[in-house]
């Protein structure tokens, strides 16, 4: 055992300390299949809040980088070490509280997403967020993310649903930010700090949630169009119109050609681009609701349906994987642009990947000017990486023209464009602020840069 993980090893308590050499999976996230490794001198994994702040204490005084980790999902290598102590958080795991009458729960960081969702159904409550990898990706790191996802359309990204966290920040303090209080204009707004900051200003180690009932019904709408033209025009229409479904979802050509195989129901010659909206709500709103966007998406569409729910949401989450498959890899940004640029956004991610000699398309959350552009490259090919590469600096240059982000749900990670990003952020806010919580700067350094 190194000399860190063996001091480290001394804390009180029951914190697991293993070495750096032989622990591939904490070094490694979603990025992995573009070649993205991490290393690191030690991996710590306590199993309580007070354990949490041990380890950032002991790194803190040692000056030695940390860098928190979730479920390892991330696609943007926001989890991937270079060097130093990886603190993982899958042993905080407890419901702390639940509380149907009131709507309400505190859980810790590493519970995942999907069990957060199933006790707040056991409870007759629901939790709206449906980022993806439920089953491995936990609340701490979509709170770290601030992340998305299709029903982020109507009800909101996982900040809309966070009332307070539990953290530890530098040099080894344990805070309480926000809080079950419905309303608090006392203090600034640590929580929302918090969010999205991918670990560079503190360690969330518990999570308080706001919950709802479930909607009685919920009813998917689908509808092919020739072209991304008449796809958008419809996308916007239905936005126009002042409907509000609880998801709003594209694939263009590309991406309807790979996984069309499962698809829950008929597509027509010549289809192109697919809108699938959902209605929710009570049974009579959700299928008014329903009807109504038939009606808005009907206009130049080559077929209009409302396919099985369970089957369609079966086939939408396996689009990525279906996309894979095409050639074993993939590199796939989280590019948001207005709405109503969308369009525009698609055909140019075909473009650019035409530019690079590389497969590009496109899916992603219509309603929200969300893609996920994709260049398909072989496995193994270096080339292709390297050209992706490239592509991937084109289109974050290309989304900051349209008016919009490098990224919309996934994080900046180590794999974003640090200046593309720096163009269009407050950097010397973002450094104050930095430097105000993180003074020697040992969170997860070199990330959200």
């Not at 009685?216 to 509000?244: E, F, N, T």
């Not at 369009?343 to 650019?352: G, L, N, P, Q, R």
């Not at 996920?372 to 290309?398: I, K, N, P």
Request: net charge negative; aromatic share 4%.
């Amino acid at each position: 055992m190194g000399a860190i993980a063996a001091d480290l090893s001394r804390l009180p308590g029951d914190t697991q300390v293993l070495d750096g050499a032989g622990v591939r999976p904490y070094l490694t996230d979603a990025t992995e299949t573009r070649g993205v490794h991490g290393r690191a001198d030690a991996v710590a994994l306590p199993s309580s809040a007070e354990g949490v702040r041990d380890v950032v204490e002991w790194c803190y005084e040692r000056s030695v980088p940390l860098v928190p980790r979730g479920g390892g999902s991330g696609y943007a290598a926001g989890a991937v070490p270079d060097g130093g102590v990886v603190l993982a958080l899958e042993r905080l795991r407890a419901q702390r509280s639940l509380d149907p009458l009131l709507w309400r729960a505190e859980v810790e960081a590493g519970m995942t997403t999907a069990e957060v969702r199933r006790r707040a159904r056991e409870a007759g409550l629901w939790l709206p967020l449906d980022p993806g990898a439920a089953e491995q990706s936990q609340i701490g790191g979509n709170f770290a993310t601030n992340a998305g996802g299709p029903h982020a359309f109507k009800y909101g990204v996982t900040r809309a649903w966070v009332t307070g966290v539990e953290a530890v920040l530098a040099p080894g303090e344990l805070v309480d930010t926000g809080g079950f209080t419905r309303k608090d204009v006392a203090s600034y707004d640590l929580t929302g700090l918090l969010c999205g900051s991918e670990g560079t200003l503190g360690v969330v180690t518990a999570v308080r949630l706001r919950l709802i009932p479930p909607p009685a019904a919920a009813i998917p709408v689908a509808a092919v169009y020739p072209d991304s033209a008449a796809g958008c025009a419809a996308i916007l229409r239905v936005m126009g119109s002042g409907l509000v479904p609880a998801t709003l979802e594209y694939l263009d050509e590309g991406a309807l050609r790979a996984a069309r195989f499962g698809y829950p129901g008929d597509l027509p010659a010549g289809a192109g681009f697919l809108v699938v909206a959902e209605a929710d709500g009570d049974e009579q709103a959700a299928r008014r609701l329903a009807d109504d966007l038939r009606e808005a998406l009907a206009e130049d569409a080559l077929a209009v349906a409302q396919p099985p729910a369970a089957e369609l949401a079966r086939w939408r989450d396996g689009v990525s994987l279906a996309v894979v498959a095409q050639l074993g890899g993939k590199v796939s940004e989280d590019v948001a642009v207005p709405v109503e640029r969308l369009e525009e956004a698609i055909e140019a991610t075909v473009a650019i990947g035409r530019r690079h000699d590389l497969p590009a398309l496109s899916w992603g959350h219509a309603g929200d000017g969300n893609l996920h552009s994709t260049f398909l490259v072989a496995t193994g090919d270096t080339g292709a990486l390297e050209r992706a590469d490239a592509a991937r600096a084109e289109l974050f240059r290309l989304a900051v023209r349209l008016g919009g982000t490098i990224s919309g749900e996934h994080g900046l990670g180590a794999v974003k464009d640090g200046p593309t990003y720096r163009e269009v952020s407050l950097t010397r806010a973002h450094e104050r602020i930095k430097r105000a919580l993180d003074p020697e700067g040992l969170l997860n350094p070199g990330k959200k840069r």
